[in-house]
């Protein structure tokens, strides 16, 4: 469990650091900024990404699950105020870099797949 945890910090890290260098304002100052970064992000998106989205349903729901967009661009954003060295300029930096970031992690999540399920027919 917790090996699975490590390597998606670092599936988290890989991503923010793909959007530093493809996302015009997103910035991150060495290797030690981006881990944490990485490592906030993985915990903010375990703790309060739930609860924003249960409380933006409404919204989510009208708008097709593009605000969920919104929502993982806001949680970047909150990791961006508590790590110094982590910066991201303005919400369509931060829209495109969870994008990107979103991209990185379901991969790792692919790779990390359990192909212990049973599928019932």
């Known amino acids: 469990m917790l090996a699975k945890f490590i390597v998606r910090i670092i599936f988290g890290a890989l991503g923010l650091w793909i959007?530093?260098?493809l996302v015009p304002g997103i910035y991150v100052r060495d290797?030690?900024?981006l881990i944490f970064a990485a490592a906030l992000l993985?915990?903010?998106n375990?703790?309060?990404r739930p609860v924003i989205t249960?409380?933006?349903l409404p919204l989510t729901i009208v708008t097709l699950g593009l605000f969920l967009l919104?929502?993982?661009a806001a949680?970047?954003?909150l990791v961006s105020m508590l790590v110094p060295g982590f910066h991201v300029g303005g919400l369509v930096a931060g829209v495109l870099a969870a994008v990107v970031t979103g991209i990185c992690s379901w991969i790792g999540g692919m790779l990390l797949r359990d192909d212990r399920r049973e599928y019932r027919r």
């Open 19 to 21: 959007a530093s260098k």
């Open 31 to 33: 290797t030690t900024a």
């Open 42 to 44: 993985g915990i903010v």
């Open 46 to 48: 375990a703790f309060v």
């Open 54 to 56: 249960i409380l933006t």
């Open 70 to 72: 919104i929502v993982n």
């Open 75 to 77: 949680m970047i954003g």
